[in-house]
Every structure is written in C-alpha cells, then in structure tokens.
C-alpha cells in the first residue's frame, strides 16, 4: 500500500532560496522520517520525526508534523546546488509482527546555482 | 566503512536466467529489507527478514521471487527465469531495531536483456 506521497513531485529553485516539499499519508503512524536520494544512489537518512512531536530541526533542515492532518513538511533553507537529489518521506506500517518502512513517490529538487 | 554492503552493483542478466542480489546489513544489524525501485519513483516494498526468519513478504511476487537471511551470511535476494519487467534498482536497508532509522545500500541495478 502507498502511505505517503509527496507534494510537489519535482521543484526548481535558485542557490539560496528556500525549498518546501511536503507528505501526505493515510494511516495512524508511529514515526515518519525523511530521506535523500542522488541520481544512481542509495537512500541517506535525513531526519525522523515521532508522532507525538511538532517540530524537528537538524541543520538547515526543518520537519513539521501534523499528525490531525496526517501530513508532514521538509523545509531546507538557504539552499545549495549539493542539495539537487530526491527527497522521500517514509512511514511505519506496523502489522501482527512485521514493520516497515512505506516510501512515497518522492520529490524531485532542483537547485540552480 | 560498515554500512550496508550490496553487490554486485550492476547485474545484466538475460531473459530466463537467475539473478542472485547480495546483501551485508550493517554489522549487528538483524532486520533486513528489501525494495524495489523503477526510474523516476519511490521505493516499493518487496520483504522483511529478521535473522533466519521471513517476517512479512507481502511485497513479494509469489513466483520466481525469494529471500533469504541466514544466520551466517548475507541476505540474499533470487530472481529466477528473470523477465525484462524486472529490470530495476533493488535496494536493501538494515536496522538494530525495527523502523528506527534505516541503512541503505547503494543498490544493485539488475538489467535484463
């Protein structure tokens, strides 16, 4: 089952502008995290967020959660031409003993430099 | 460097014949997952395994396709009789725990010709 999807699917921004993707998801969860992919390689993890937390912050990236909402933000500031990749959310899905990991569709970011 | 080690990194295989993907978890690692991804999209669940055990293959088609992690050993992903539909990035991630943060690797681009 899809959990979440990502708004918008690509974005273009200037070196040093702000960029906001955003996550939606369907079903209660415990934790969401964020991660990065470069073109033609693994995933790295961002930043995870609980469910009963609002806000996280890990350098220039910021995380909301709204869990009424059942909807997640990333926000990178003062961007950088490095920050090009694609950006996926991810939640648990947990069920009778197993737990993974639900990706979205991911956001694919540009950044101009 | 003891992250999660996958090989071989590319793999071309032809119509019918059988595709063995690799992986090593991050050591002390003993949760397994396996992912699937197409160009252009997110990562699809294909199976989680704890050490020895198959704990939810729900994403895994039922033919052709089996995992296995043993208890020495890396986690080994089998495709047999491959058809060009498989054709893909396969990813493999491990976690200490279940769905804290997930390791990746840099994943095994299978192409079938």
């Known amino acids: 089952s899809q959990q979440g999807e990502e708004d918008p699917q690509a974005l273009s921004i200037q070196e040093g502008e702000n960029a906001t993707m955003n996550c939606s998801y369907k079903?209660?969860?415990?934790?969401l995290q964020w991660y990065r992919q470069n073109s033609g390689r693994g995933l790295v993890h961002l930043i995870l967020i609980r469910s009963n937390e609002r806000e996280k912050h890990s350098g220039r990236l910021r995380v909301t959660l709204d869990t009424s909402k059942k909807s997640s933000s990333l926000l990178i500031t003062a961007s950088r031409a490095a920050d090009t990749a694609s950006y996926f959310c991810?939640?648990?899905?947990?069920?009778?003993?197993?737990?993974?990991?639900?990706f979205g569709s991911g956001t694919r970011l540009l950044v101009r430099p | 460097n003891a992250g999660v080690m996958q090989n071989p990194r590319h793999l071309v295989r032809r119509r019918g014949q059988e595709a063995r993907l690799r992986c090593s978890p991050v050591k002390g690692h003993s949760h397994v997952y396996w992912y699937r991804q197409l160009p252009e999209e997110g990562l699809k669940f294909m199976v989680y395994?704890?050490?020895?055990?198959?704990?939810?293959e729900s994403g895994m088609p039922k033919e052709r396709f089996s995992a296995e992690f043993p208890k020495e050993g890396p986690s080994i992903l089998r495709i047999q009789q491959v058809v060009r539909g498989d054709s893909a990035a396969y990813f493999c991630?491990?976690?200490?725990?279940?769905?804290?943060?997930?390791?990746f690797g840099q994943g095994t681009r299978l192409t079938v010709v």
């Open positions: 991810a939640t648990d899905e947990i069920m009778d003993s197993s737990y993974k990991l639900i």
């Open positions: 395994l704890q050490k020895e055990n198959i704990i939810d």
């Open positions: 079903t209660s969860i415990n934790n």
């Open positions: 991630a491990s976690s200490g725990v279940p769905i804290t943060e997930a390791f």
